[in-house]
């Protein structure tokens, strides 16, 4: 079974630039999460879907910061304009649905400068 | 929104000596419990779970984890570490849907 797929796996841009990640969740799975994860701390939730539906964005900076799952099965997660404080690793992660575990990609490395 | 608490955020033991991890949230209806450990250069994997039923659950390579509902405390456990578990633990809970997770213990195993 393929896991999670995420790209591009590093991006370096300039702080006012616009960037976007693609994710693939497994096949078959309902539920799909964006975390961000800062240097040194646990991943924090942005935004969580099921199927095309968000379910989740509170912590979201809904100023800059966008998503969206069309078709329910892949995803992208915006960010326009960036900030220095946005440099981390945005993982994508999906599960069969609300109520069991999350399987995680690799994580795109984002540096803003 | 629940909350989750590890401490200790850096540990570092010799082979064979024993872990325990702690990890305390704070959420009071029904949770789901989580272990995930990242490798360095790896992703997030899941170690163990617990979603209901004996509090003490197995994971793989020999981790363990007990669920004392009284105390909000999942913590982890493995009597006797590799040099292969070093790594970055992470304790999540689920509750009302949404998945949290604490700040992660770097572990690192001496030989």
């Known amino acids: 079974e393929a896991g999670v797929a995420q790209s591009p796996r590093y991006k370096i841009i300039e702080k006012r630039q616009s960037v976007a990640f693609w994710c693939n969740p497994i096949s078959g799975h309902a539920t799909l999460y964006w975390y961000q994860q800062i240097l040194g701390q646990g991943p924090k939730l942005l935004i969580q879907f099921q199927n095309n539906g968000v379910v989740d964005d509170s912590q979201l900076p809904k100023d800059r910061f966008s998503a969206e799952r069309l078709k329910g099965v892949d995803s992208t997660l915006k960010i326009q304009p960036a900030k220095l404080e946005d440099s981390a690793v945005y993982l994508c992660?999906?599960?069969?649905?609300?109520?069991?575990?999350?399987?995680f990609g690799q994580g795109t490395r984002l540096t803003v400068v | 929104a629940q909350s989750v608490s590890q401490h200790n955020h850096h540990v570092i033991l010799s082979e064979a000596a024993s872990l325990e991890l702690g990890c305390n949230y704070s959420y009071g209806g029904t949770v789901n419990l989580f272990w995930y450990v990242q490798y360095p250069g790896q992703h997030l994997q899941l170690l163990l779970k617990?979603?209901?039923?004996?509090?003490l659950v197995k994971g793989i390579k020999g981790f363990e984890a007990e669920f004392i509902k009284s105390k909000f405390s999942f913590n982890l456990r493995k009597p006797s570490v590799q040099w292969s578990d070093t790594a970055e633990y992470f304790c999540?809970?689920?509750?009302?849907?949404?998945?949290?997770f604490g700040k992660g213990n770097q572990v690192v195993v001496i030989p």
């Open positions: 992660a999906s599960s069969r649905d609300q109520g069991t575990e999350a399987f």
């Open positions: 617990y979603f209901s039923g004996d509090p």
């Open positions: 999540a809970v689920r509750g009302n849907n949404r998945l949290a």
